[in-house]
């Protein structure tokens, strides 16, 4: 059975950092396409970045490009999104997601507030 389960959000200031955490269990992270998304409130879920089988390549939003990075740890089984100069229209809940044999999982969710 697959499980994601995010961390790491909180409340920030713009211009901070912050590292999510995606901890998956029944699939291997660093073998599979997988996916951060958010959703601002009253707003639809958008895509915020992707990476690929093997790890190599990562796509990404425009309003996140040159500021968020994802990586994955083949020991800890985990996805992170590094997010950097955070804007207050990052304000959103983030999901991790991974299609998977046909079956598309998600995570509960972590909530991300930036506010000064």
């Known amino acids: 059975q697959v499980r994601l389960v995010e961390s790491g959000g909180g409340l920030v200031q713009p211009g901070d950092s912050l590292r999510l955490s995606c901890a998956a269990s029944g699939i291997v992270v660093p073998r599979i396409n997988m996916n951060w998304f958010r959703q601002a409130p009253g707003k639809e879920r958008e895509l915020v970045g992707s990476?690929?089988?093997?790890?190599?390549?990562?796509t990404y939003a425009d309003s996140v490009k040159g500021r968020f990075t994802i990586s994955r740890d083949w020991a800890k089984n985990t996805m992170y999104l590094q997010m950097n100069s955070l804007k207050p229209e990052d304000t959103a809940i983030y999901y991790c997601n991974v299609l998977f044999r046909g079956n598309n999982y998600w995570g509960q969710g972590t909530r991300v507030t930036v506010s000064s």
């Open positions: 990476v690929t089988n093997g790890g190599s390549d990562t």
